[in-house]
T-cell receptor, first 117, second 113 residues
Framework: GDSVTQMEGPVTLSEEAFLTINCTYT??????LFWYVQYPGEGLQLLLK?????DKGSNKGFEATYRKETTSFHLEKGSVQVSDSAVYFC????????????????FGPGTRLSVLP | DAGITQSPRHKVTETGTPVTLRCHQT?????MYWYRQDPGHGLRLIHY???????DKGEVSDGYSVSRSKTEDFLLTLESATSSQTSVYFC????????????FGDGTRLSIL
């Protein structure tokens, strides 16, 4: 069935280090792809998105490229800051199924990032 | 930020009591969702609504019911709360167009003793 595999956490980095969080998905169609971020005590916030193959989403220095051939959407940032410490979720939006009236978001388990000063 | 308000933000109650959580939106979005978030499980969909009085089950709907009598309000009810329903509950909304993200409320932390 449809699923998301996300890099296991926690990930601990020093400030200004390079970040990669891997995300791959399995789906029968061509989903739109999203990364969400959750800061402590808050709900999830949209970080970036890509809606078709080879699209690059970017926001706040984070980037992710829609790779259809590898069904991946890895999150990267060139220089992390302490304020980037949060939990990151990869979430494909799958095409609706025959009996599905809702938008079919599938969330990965989340990757906790801790950035040390 | 999307106008989503969850109430209450925190609640402690006893096993066997009924509990209702409320989600209120000011965005006039068609879709509304209830999730629970637990360590090791990520986000799991409980129920969702695709219009007034139109709801459907998610992957963990047992023990929960929902109602949507107005576009802006989506209620989640635990008829007889159990300790396994201790969790953080999130409401989300989205528009009825392709490729649009969900927007989340700040969550309700529910503890059932």
């Amino acid at each position: 069935g449809d699923s998301v595999t996300q890099m296991e956490g926690p990930v601990t980095l020093s400030e200004e280090a390079f970040l990669t969080i891997n995300c791959t998905y399995t789906a029968t169609g061509y989903p739109s792809l999203f990364w969400y971020v959750q800061y402590p005590g808050e709900g999830l916030q949209l970080l970036l998105k890509a809606t078709k193959a080879d699209d690059k989403g970017s926001n706040k220095g984070f980037e992710a490229t829609y790779r259809k051939e590898t069904t991946s959407f890895h999150l990267e940032k060139g220089s992390v800051q302490v304020s980037d410490s949060a939990v990151y979720f990869c979430a494909p939006l799958l095409p609706p199924g025959r009996d599905n009236y809702g938008q079919n978001f599938v969330f990965g388990p989340g990757t906790r990032l801790s950035v040390l000063p | 930020d999307a106008g989503i308000t969850q109430s209450p933000r925190h609640k402690v109650t006893e096993t066997g009591t009924p509990v209702t959580l409320r989600c209120h939106q000011t965005e006039n979005h068609r879709y509304m969702y209830w999730y629970r978030q637990d360590p090791g499980h990520g986000l799991r969909l409980i129920h969702y609504s695709y219009g007034v009085k139109d709801t459907d089950k998610g992957e963990v709907s047992d023990g929960y019911s929902v109602s949507r009598s107005k576009t802006e309000d989506f209620l989640l009810t635990l008829e007889s709360a159990t300790s396994s329903q201790t969790s953080v509950y999130f409401c989300a909304i989205s528009e009825w167009t392709d490729n649009q993200p969900q927007h989340f409320g700040d969550g309700t932390r529910l503890s059932i003793l």
